[in-house]
């Protein structure tokens, strides 16, 4: 059972605006830390994606977009393309025994 | 640019210490602001942070994982390493090294994870 929560999959045909929710608590998102998301294909590295809630790294496309209120945070893919399909993971700190940072259990992608 | 790569073992006997080392290339293990981390995902699961060392030594290992996890760092090869004592099936997962950043160049402070190895596949078995 993950401290953050995303939803196990979701899917969108090219084009469309898809969104991956990250909910936690007031131990980690509530209490005020950073979510941070990355985009993992099995077999690659993880890719960094979105830093600090809403920052995107250069390099990454435009249309990856990130946003966090209260206790929860989101992903944005405005456009999605078929390159997309992949697991979204996020991440950030949570402050229960002793402090540690967490992941979410991951969201399957699926460009249909 | 910083690439980071795993070696060890692949099998790993049970009630055994699981030893893993990432090679860094495009940096120093021992400067920076810098997070030296595991990331492990076993089979059909989600990623799964382990612990960091950080450039000054400071360690920070996941809860569940503290009693028996130790990340060490060797500046004399720019690597880093894990050791995973007492390992039973469900430590089965790839394996991935990740250079962690405290990243302060905007407004605000933010850690996260920068560069990541391919990963490596460890399997607990006798």
């Known amino acids: ?112 | 640019q910083v690439q980071l790569q795993e070696s060890g073992p692949g099998l790993v006997r049970p009630s055994e210490t699981l030893s893993l080392t990432c090679t860094v290339s495009g940096g120093a293990v021992n400067s920076g602001p810098y997070y030296w981390s595991w990331v492990r995902q076993p089979p059909g699961k989600g990623l799964e942070w382990i612990g960091y060392r950080y450039s000054s030594g400071n360690t920070n290992y996941y809860p569940s994982l503290r009693s028996r996890v130790a990340i060490f760092l060797d500046p004399s090869k720019d690597q880093f390493s894990l050791k995973l004592t007492s390992v039973t099936a469900a430590d089965t997962a790839v394996y991935y090294c990740a250079r962690g950043v405290l990243d302060c160049s905007g407004a605000s402070c933010y850690e996260y994870f920068q560069y990541w190895g391919r990963g490596t596949q460890v399997t607990v078995s006798s």
């Open chain 1, 1 to 112: 059972q993950s401290v953050l929560t995303q939803p196990p999959s979701v899917s969108g045909a090219p084009g469309q605006r898809v969104t991956i929710s990250c909910s936690g608590s007031s131990s980690n998102i509530g209490a005020g830390y950073e979510v941070h998301w990355y985009k993992h294909l099995p077999g690659t590295p993880p890719k960094l994606l979105i830093y600090g809630n809403d920052n995107r790294p250069s390099g990454v496309p435009v249309r990856f977009s990130g946003s966090k209120s209260g206790t929860s945070a989101s992903l944005a893919i405005t456009g999605v393309q078929v390159e997309d399909e992949a697991d979204y993971y996020c991440q950030s700190y949570d402050t229960g025994l002793s402090g540690s940072w967490v992941f979410g259990g991951g969201t399957k992608l699926t460009v249909l």
